[in-house]
């Protein structure tokens, strides 16, 4: 079954740098499409950054320029590399894919894992 393991989060100083990994398994990782969330207290879910199986990269407004998100076929594993971090950036962070079935969207999560950024 598809799994998805976080790690790499955890307090860090403003302008300080952290890099989240998620590895995977369960799924043909090369062929699929990656994503970066994050939650923040009281806040809904919002899409960080995302990477598809052919390398184009997207990223929020708010982290663009400052996160970076990469890949390794080989590791299969997924990065985000966080620099230059505010206190607003302060969250849990989720690795996602998204896989359509038989005409249905599922969407798989990991566990998450704490940021935590202090000014």
């Known amino acids: 079954q598809v799994q998805l393991v976080e790690s790499g989060g955890g307090l860090v100083q403003a302008g300080g740098s952290l890099r989240l990994s998620c590895a995977a398994s369960?799924?043909?990782?090369?062929?699929?499409?990656m994503t970066w969330y994050r939650q923040a207290p009281g806040k809904e879910r919002e899409l960080v950054a995302t990477?598809?199986?052919?390398?184009?990269?997207y990223y929020a407004d708010s982290v663009k320029g400052r996160f970076t998100i990469s890949g390794s076929n080989d590791k299969k594993t997924v990065y985000l590399q966080m620099n230059s971090l505010k206190p607003e950036d302060t969250a849990v962070y989720y690795c996602n894919t998204r896989k359509f079935v038989s005409g249905r969207t599922n969407d798989y999560w990991g566990q998450g894992t704490q940021v935590t950024v202090s000014s």
């Open positions: 990477i598809s199986s052919g390398g184009t990269t």
């Open positions: 369960g799924f043909t990782f090369s062929s699929s499409a």
